[in-house]
């Protein structure tokens, strides 16, 4: 960017740079202004924005889980059939 503010024609930087003019306009958009620090916290800041977004998910799926476990009433399920054999013999 640098290069097109000190007078280089866009279409010269983004040929040099093997890049598309609309993603120059694009960066141009979003980072002019801006020194090479800021872009760097601001990408530091994008990736632990999503770090933190991908946690929220996570815990919500598994509020989601433990109430849907919860709701269901566990004393209403079929009790397990106990079965077992006596010898009558021993009580002849």
């Not at 740079?17 to 020194?35: C, I, L």
């Not at 872009?39 to 994008?46: G, H, I, S």
Request: aromatic share 8%.
């Amino acid at each position: 960017m640098a290069e097109a503010e000190g007078g280089m024609m866009v279409r010269d930087v983004c040929r040099k740079h093997n890049v598309s003019e609309q993603s120059f306009y694009r960066w141009k958009a979003k980072y002019g202004g801006m020194d090479v620090a800021e872009v760097k916290r601001l990408k530091e800041l994008e990736r632990e924005n999503t770090e933190l977004k991908q946690i929220v998910a996570e815990q919500a799926l598994d509020i989601r889980m433990l109430k849907d476990i919860n709701s269901k009433n566990v004393w209403s399920a079929p009790s397990p059939q106990v079965s077992f054999c006596v010898d009558l013999k021993q009580f002849a």
